[in-house]
């Protein structure tokens, strides 16, 4: 069976979130659409997969590369041969860099190959990874950025009285954490990203005024995203445990941030680091390290599907799936995909388990 062809499929839809947004690292102040890529692989047969890159502003770079460079490389290619074909693109274009538009790129396409591996064995993914017992798993409600106290208490309360046991803040600021575990009390399991801000010793000083909130991980704590040392500093010192991950692209990536003591909680993100092929080169990795994988999964398409199948088969039944706590105008996927009660139903369907719905691609699809 060989790849016959491929479509990129930019897609807005907008959200509201309690609040205005402070903006952030991936979006402006105020934001109130989400723009995603959703890729669209088709076999000679006419088998259909799906696969999503990391959005918003990157997208039409990410568009482009595979318009124009990555797809004439990868049609008439064997669907079957997913490795030997990420691996041929990756040494390829390796000149143009192993991070950005071409990883993304190949991340999609990798994902929807995944998805038409599935349909043709009859066989959810994760049951093509080693299958897994779990039938859900508990989802975390990723919040954006409020920088707003009371917006944050609102909004903690809102996502715990739905039934979240796990939340994750974008704040950068003390007040609103102390506001966070204030709403939620203490039970709840709270996590912080703060999206690279800070040398190692602004770090460390945050890291002393944020332990009396009792937070699960402080993620990207120090600029560069790269500085693993320093990560590893603040993850020795600063007496919070430490994630990181989701600005790793390459396997040696993850290597190097383990080989580091960097990272407590370790976050590849499908969408952006070579999809579920190398995913699970990444779970064998951090078990080599005794590392806990908790995927990165900032997208509500084929790459939040992608993430669930492989912590479910990979990670386990204890596993927590990021969930974009935005409320979309429209759902890629309806309510099949959406928590019940803070946790995510693990598709039993063959590939993904999903398919897009064709009316929101119609009535949200955008030109670029």
């Given at each position: 069976m060989k790849i016959a062809n491929i479509?990129?499929?930019?897609?807005?839809?907008?959200?509201?979130?309690g609040g205005q947004s402070a903006g952030g690292v991936w979006g402006s102040k105020d934001l109130q659409v989400v723009d995603s890529?959703?890729?669209?692989?088709?076999?000679?047969?006419?088998?259909?997969?799906?696969?999503?890159?990391?959005?918003?502003?990157?997208?039409p770079a990410v568009k482009l590369v595979i318009d124009t460079i990555l797809a004439p490389e990868?049609?008439?290619?064997?669907?079957?041969?997913?490795?030997?074909?990420?691996?041929?693109?990756?040494?390829?274009?390796?000149?143009?860099?192993?991070?950005?538009?071409?990883?993304?790129?190949?991340?999609?396409?990798?994902?929807?190959?995944?998805?038409?591996?599935?349909?043709?064995?009859?066989?959810?993914?994760?049951?093509?990874?080693?299958?897994g017992e779990a039938t859900s798993l508990a989802a975390y409600a990723s919040l954006i950025r409020y920088a707003d106290p009371e917006l944050v208490w609102l909004n903690v309360r809102r996502a715990v009285d739905e039934g979240y046991q796990y939340l994750k803040l974008h704040e950068v600021d003390v007040a609103c954490v102390r506001a966070a575990r204030e709403a939620a009390g203490p039970h709840i399991e709270i996590t912080l990203d703060v999206n690279c801000p800070w040398t190692v010793r602004e770090a460390l000083d945050m890291a002393e005024q944020l332990r009396p909130f009792d937070l699960r991980w402080l993620e990207e704590p120090v600029w560069p995203p790269e500085n693993y040392a320093g990560l590893a500093a603040v993850r020795k010192q600063g007496g919070i445990p430490v994630a990181a991950g989701e600005n790793a692209s390459?396997?040696?990536?993850?290597?190097?941030?383990?080989?580091?003591?960097?990272?407590?909680?370790?976050?590849?993100?499908?969408?952006?680091?070579?999809?579920?092929t190398e995913l699970q080169k990444v779970y064998a990795?951090?078990?080599?390290?005794?590392?806990?994988?908790?995927?990165h999964t900032f997208y509500d398409g084929?790459?939040?599907?992608?993430?669930?199948?492989?912590?479910a088969a990979l990670g386990g039944p204890k596993s927590i799936v990021e969930w974009r706590y935005f409320d979309l105008e429209a759902q890629l996927y309806g309510d099949a995909i959406i928590p019940k009660r803070g946790r995510l139903h693990v598709p039993q369907g063959p590939g993904l388990g999903l398919e897009p719905n064709p009316d929101v691609i119609r009535d949200y699809q955008i030109a670029l």
């Open positions: 479509e990129t499929i930019a897609l807005r839809i907008p959200f509201t979130s890529l959703v890729v669209k692989v088709t076999a000679d047969d006419g088998t259909v997969g799906w696969g999503e890159t990391f959005g918003f502003t990157a997208i990868v049609i008439g290619r064997d669907v079957s041969q997913r490795e030997k074909l990420m691996a041929d693109l990756q040494k390829k274009f390796h000149i143009f860099g192993r991070s950005g538009a071409f990883i993304y790129g190949l991340s999609a396409i990798d994902i929807a190959l995944w998805d038409i591996a599935g349909k043709s064995a009859n066989k959810p993914i994760y049951q093509l990874l080693g299958g390459t396997l040696m990536d993850f290597q190097h941030m383990l080989e580091a003591g960097a990272v407590d909680f370790i976050q590849p993100s499908p969408a952006k680091m070579g999809g579920i990795l951090a078990n080599a390290h005794n590392t806990t994988v908790m995927v084929p790459g939040l599907l992608a993430s669930v199948h492989a912590s």
